[in-house]
């Protein structure tokens, strides 16, 4: 197969000889669109860092909730911001906390639609760390139990599926036992399996009110140097009854993505983070890019390393741009 006799450019010559061979395909209902859930009545704020993402009080959640489902994004994660937040962020799994009450509005308003929960404590504590702490440093056992309860009370409240993000050692196990024990058995874990310690988290902390109040998350989220500890850690959390492995963040992980998709036969998830989203975002706004262009580029190489969900504050611009393709 060498030129002349063979052209690779003979199956690019028009779109319906590309769409023909494409190799990736992208659909809405991979698409996972994240919601940031506030206090109080008829709220709908921009976050500043990420243009086009709002917070939203839980009045204005089924109205986002179908329009969703109107293009094909079928998946929500909820992340909640407290009203009052404490040392053990006791408010991530109380019955009437903002989450559980995000969840009942939404199975009420919206039953069709797949409602996914952040379970960590990072936006509970006033601290702003993953789990509660002896002194300055953060106590991996003593957390396992309460990651435990937050996932139980969003299952007891009606959440499709539960996702741990705080990256405690052992937590996957921990709440696939309180999962089971209380008749939940049904109710999938979505595990942060391998999520580092990076920079591009700056406009989520902004948005979700999370940052550490002191030091940083490197003694608990992985080094971004490491790929063979993302398939220790990946094969953990398989061990311990995850039933989806996550990597995040997305494009500056695509090898881990395509490691852990030749690796394990479970579905692989990705997260394009805020600060990828916001980067985008930004160069459009300054004319530098094709930002649709860009955004679909994006998600497709996320979807070509090897992840079958991609949560992505792009989920209903790119479901629209889907739609009119059409």
Known sequence: MVFPEYRPRRLRRTEALRSMIRETQLSASQLVYPLFVMPGKNKREEISSMPGVFRLSIDQLAAEAKDCLKLGV????????PE???????GAHAKDGIIQRAIRELKNKAPKLTVITDVCLCEYTDHGHCGCLIGNAVDNDATLEI????ALSHAQAGADMVAPSDMMD????EIRA???ENNFDMVPIMSYAVKYASAFYGPFRDAADCAPQFGDRRSYQMDPANSREAMREATLDVDEGADI?????AVSYLDIISKLRDEFDLPIAAYHVSGEYAMIKAAAANGWIDGDRVMAETLLSIRRAGADIIITYFAKDMARMLQDRK
């Open 84 to 90: 009052k937040k404490d040392g053990v962020g006791s």
């Open 245 to 249: 492995l996550m990597v995040k963040p």
């Open 178 to 180: 309180a999962l089971d």
């Open 147 to 150: 990651l435990a309860k937050i």
């Open 170 to 173: 052992g937590r996957v196990a």
């Open 74 to 81: 079928n998946s929500v994660i909820l992340f909640g911001l």
